[in-house]
């Protein structure tokens, strides 16, 4: 059974590649001469992994009446519906009118390769979790992109790096995102943030002695769903567009696809 995918396209406040987008879109920034989140539906609707596409955003129809996403839409399997004040939020709204397994990525996930979805699709299915996230090893980023700025998390082992990809049922895709909103609105309030991680585990994570299992573990308790991962051979799946300077690079990729 195909998944069907949400493709998340919001933007937040103050995002620098928004500022210099068609509509201060992010997911409209030009990418050799195309809006980024169509290479990314060029991606998904390509791969025979993945069924209706929902693409979710802040003020949707901006992304949706631009006139090559439009073109792109007209007799696919795409629709668009309007998102809820945040990517958990907005997860959460879409799969109130989901079932069967679902695929959550964004629009500025442009490198998105066709090998490497249907590889993060196989592998997901045979992860004993409700809940799969992509991700990639420190290492392999490093040495492919080793001048490139990326966010890594330390664990013992080596760090990873989200790959800005998800899959599960939509039941446990939307339990997940209701506890990452709870999660969401603790920030502001210590002692209630590290209640929910618990304080040997965000120490554990500070000092980089954290296993990728006891991360998962530590996730499936806060969120209340049993959490997997799938580390892909891939470095290229971590190269989201997400600062002025991955611009260039994205470009230079996309380029020689």
Known sequence: MPYTCILLAGDRPGDPLAEIAPGKRKALLPLR???????????????????????????????????????????????FLEGAGGPAASVLKACEALSGPVLVTTADNPLLGAATLV????????????VVVGLARERDIKKAFPKARRTFLK?????VSGCNLFAGPAEALAKAAQGWVDVESKRKWPLAFIAHFGLSTLLRALTGMLSLANALEAVSRTLGIRAGAVLLDDPVAAMDVDRLEHVAMAESLLAGK
């Open 33 to 79: 001469g195309r809006p980024m989140v169509l290479h990314v539906l060029e991606t998904l609707t390509g791969s025979s992994v993945v069924g209706e596409i929902v693409v979710v955003a802040n003020a949707v129809a901006a992304i949706e009446t631009n006139a090559d996403v439009a073109a792109f839409a007209r007799g696919r399997p795409l629709r």
């Open 155 to 159: 664990l013992r082992g080596g760090g």
């Open 119 to 130: 590889d993060f699709c196989a592998r997901a299915e045979q992860e004993p979790a409700e």
